[in-house]
């Protein structure tokens, strides 16, 4: 079974500051691992992967993650937030062995930008 | 466009009144999946659908339904809604693939009320 955390429902930071989102896995087996965002009345669009190749990930609209697994943790960040960063950002986990039909989100971080 | 389509945005029903949510997709995808997004418990998966004809039970299935008869489509019926399905729900589809490397596509969600 696999499982993920992410530490902080809500997080907000100034336009301009850094944005770090926490997630820690939980995983029997090798895992990939992903971040999901969901802008306000939309589903949820793929932000960025880990699936075992380089650990350090770079996505879409300069944000990054890197996988640490001595740490069991994929955390998300970005140099310089922008007030269309405000969202919700789910982590999600898969073991390696199976396709999407194991993938399990985590509880979600609301992300709010202060101007 | 690439997109997945579900119908309809909003509903409000009563308890016990059968309702069928729609989910439509055009990119050819095997693999299809419902899931329910409720606050402080993020995504859980309902029902997933490998390919035509093929369904499997998600995290919470108690209470729905889905049939997938043509590869595009994957409704989720409320047989009987009670008010404990109230809740945003998404339809999300992707390439069948052995391991969790083809992104999910979500539609823009159906927000249902059961009173």
């Known amino acids: 079974a696999q499982s993920v955390t992410q530490l902080g429902s809500h997080v907000s930071v100034s336009e301009g500051a850094l944005v770090l989102l926490r997630c820690n896995y939980s995983?029997?087996?090798?895992?990939?691992l992903f971040w999901y965002v969901q802008y306000p009345n939309q589903g949820l669009q793929l932000l960025l992967k880990?699936?075992?190749?380089?650990?350090l990930v770079k996505g879409i609209n300069g944000f990054e993650a890197e996988f640490k697994k001595s740490e069991t943790s994929f955390h998300l960040t970005k140099p310089s937030a922008h007030m269309s960063d405000a969202a919700e950002y789910f982590c999600a986990v898969s073991p390696s062995n199976f396709g999407n039909e194991k993938l399990t989100f985590g509880t979600g971080t609301r992300l709010t930008i202060i101007p | 466009e690439a997109q997945v389509t579900q119908n309809p945005r909003y509903l409000i029903t009563v308890t016990g009144k059968k309702l069928t949510v729609t989910c439509s997709q055009n990119m050819n995808h095997e693999y299809m999946s419902w899931y329910r997004q409720d606050p402080g418990l993020g995504l859980r998966q309902i029902y997933y659908s490998m390919n035509v004809e093929v369904t499997d039970k998600g995290d919470v299935p108690e209470g729905y339904k889905v049939s997938r008869k043509e590869k595009r489509n994957f409704p989720l019926i409320l047989e009987s809604p009670s008010p404990n399905q109230t809740s945003l729900y998404f339809c999300?589809?992707?390439?069948?693939?052995?391991?969790?490397?083809?992104?999910?596509?979500f539609g823009n969600g159906t927000r249902l009320t059961v009173t």
């Open positions: 995983s029997s087996v090798p895992p990939y």
């Open positions: 880990y699936t075992s190749a380089a650990t």
């Open positions: 999300a589809s992707s390439f069948r693939t052995a391991r969790a490397n083809s992104p999910l596509h």
